[in-house]
């Protein structure tokens, strides 16, 4: 299979000015950080959520506990994804019981990672409350789950793909969209 | 992490089962060994290999820990437990693994078995094969009846136990605790105490450290650590035999005791209390190991016996984190060799994510 890069849709600094309006906004509509918490989704979502909880540092001052998800145990499509999983492990160092958990990813798409996701955090404890971060939403969605805080819409046709590249994770920072072509 | 998504239907059926007798060809990240077909022993795993499926099962440990210990991962699996030889600990550890990863369980146990009734070990294992598991775990009383078995059915098999040969989550989980507790698997200096020819924890612990450079003191009744004992180690692997258990604990940084086995005391006879005053492991003689030796024992324990209660239970005991590693292990190798499959579904269009993650 091979991508050929269609376009570039946003840049390092865009990226930067995004994540800060996106904690602007969980800062806003939370009224304060007390009883808040962020929990990236490997991997993407890692980076993503500690870039937002210091930028929400920035505005309230206060730290925000950030954990870490792996959703690998709870896919609904093990058997699609790879032969041979690698599982890493979740650090969540806090309890999630009444916390206002914000689950962060950088892609939204179909929703299954996201119902993976809240999956795993109910067996963790009793979250008061789980909203959702996104730098891109890019549509089609499978299950019934929308964004609370979303960075950009981006329409999408099934072969084009939304590559989010991370300095934490790639060694260089902007949204790619690409297409497949078989 | 999708890099066969363009595969054909059938190069994606036929490579999986090739994979059963080879090995998968990719894997998705650089850093993980090739996919594991059975697991039958710790002597052909690399170093490697056995760090990764240890790091694999760092996430169960963390979900023995979780108010609700049950996924769904294995669900609409089904895992065959093959007892025949008698087993309470491995089998529920084992089956406990498998319901928390949301898999069923059919057991097969010796004292209820058709194998009384005289069927082959291979006619049985067809029998149960037919009823379609997904993996089979089983425990034999004969050296190498796990191999045979992979040899002739098309599902990964896990040895729980082989005669004399090799019993490999117990080595696996013997390394994760002693690496949980001292932070390597490198370079320990290992007593093992008691029936040595007999056990086949013994070989797969000294498979498994010996690969990590540790050394070996094997200290017992002469009879039961004979002098081919120093060579079942991988090669090059240091391993002594002494008579008095103070010389074999001078200077241990990790302490295995085995089980007496009662049942084989009659064997060159030896009066039990003979063993006690010789090579029970006691507080007093503790002392001559490293002051943070650590105590492990694969159970069941027969205290007073070869351990003085004062040491089971003492601080440098790790017997009950054994059990609870037990469970991690098996849950790993339960994941890693069923946690993936269906041919079919592996044609669908790769989701976005799975593709920008393979790109890189």
């Not at chain 1, 119902?115 to 549509?139: K, Q, S, Y």
């Not at chain 2, 082959?120 to 993996?135: F, G, H, I, Q, W």
């Not at chain 2, 004992?229 to 074999?248: T, Y």
């Amino acid at each position: 299979m091979r991508v050929i890069e269609k376009s570039q849709l946003m840049s390092a600094t865009e990226i930067d000015r995004t994540l800060q309006r996106l904690a602007h906004e969980i800062v806003e509509k939370s009224g304060g950080t007390t009883n808040l918490a962020l929990i990236g989704i490997r991997r993407r979502g890692v980076p993503l959520a500690e870039r937002v909880a210091r930028a929400m540092r920035g505005i309230d001052g206060v730290e925000v506990p950030v954990g870490t998800l792996d959703i690998t145990l709870y896919r609904d499509d093990l058997s699609k994804v790879a032969p041979q999983p690698v599982l890493q492990s979740s650090d969540i160092p806090f309890s999630v019981d009444d916390k206002d958990l914000i689950l962060v990813d950088d892609v939204l798409y179909t929703g299954r990672t996201v119902r993976a996701a809240m999956n795993g955090l109910f067996d963790l404890g009793r979250p008061r409350t789980i909203r959702l971060c996104v730098l891109i939403d890019r549509g089609h969605r499978e299950l019934p789950i929308e964004a609370s805080f979303t960075g950009r819409t981006v329409q999408t046709s099934d072969t084009e793909i939304i590559e989010v590249r991370l300095e934490e994770v790639d060694e260089e920072e902007r949204v790619m969209l690409v297409e497949r072509v078989d | 992490m999708k890099k066969n998504a363009s595969c054909s239907s059938n190069a994606w059926t036929d490579s999986r089962r090739r994979s059963r007798t080879a090995l998968a060809p990719q894997s998705f990240e650089d850093a993980v060994p090739q996919r594991l077909p059975h697991i039958l022993g710790i002597e052909p795993l690399s170093a490697e290999q056995i760090l990764f499926l240890l790091d694999q099962s760092k996430p169960f440990q963390e979900i023995q820990s979780h108010p609700l210990k049950k996924l769904a991962t294995l669900r609409g699996k089904t895992v065959a437990l093959a007892f025949f030889e008698p087993s309470t600990r491995t089998r529920i550890s084992f089956s406990t693994a498998a319901a928390r990863l949301g898999a069923d369980t059919m057991n097969l146990q010796a004292e209820a078995s058709s194998l009384r009734k005289g069927e082959s070990l291979l006619d049985t294992v067809r029998t149960l094969d037919a009823m379609k598991p997904d993996c089979l775990v089983m425990r034999h009383s004969s050296a190498g009846a796990p191999e045979f078995v992979a040899g002739r059915l098309d599902i990964p098999i896990i040895n729980a136990g082989d005669g004399a040969h090799e019993h490999p989550t117990q080595g696996l989980l013997d390394a994760l605790t002693i690496r949980d507790r001292r932070g390597t698997l490198e370079g320990w200096n290992v007593a093992i105490l008691g029936d040595i020819l007999h056990s086949r924890v013994a070989r797969s612990d000294i498979h498994l450290l010996g690969k990590f450079g540790c050394r070996f003191t094997l200290c017992g009744p002469a009879m039961w650590v004979p002098r081919e004992l120093e060579s079942i180690g991988p090669p090059g692997c240091a391993i002594r035999r002494v008579a008095r258990i103070e010389e074999a604990l001078d200077g241990a940084d990790i302490v295995i005791v085995l089980r007496v086995q009662q049942e084989r005391m009659h064997e060159p006879a030896l009066p039990l209390d003979d063993y006690i005053l010789l090579y029970q492991l006691t507080p007093q003689r503790l002392r001559l190991a490293r002051p943070d030796a650590l105590v492990l024992h694969p159970g069941p324990m027969n205290r007073g016996v070869e351990i003085d209660p004062a040491v089971a239970d003492g601080p440098q005991s790790c017997v009950l984190e054994q059990v609870t590693n037990g469970l991690a292990v098996r849950m790993a190798l339960l994941f890693l060799l069923i946690g993936t499959g269906g041919g079919e579904a592996a044609q669908e269009i790769p989701r976005a994510k799975d593709v920008a993650d393979a790109a890189h």
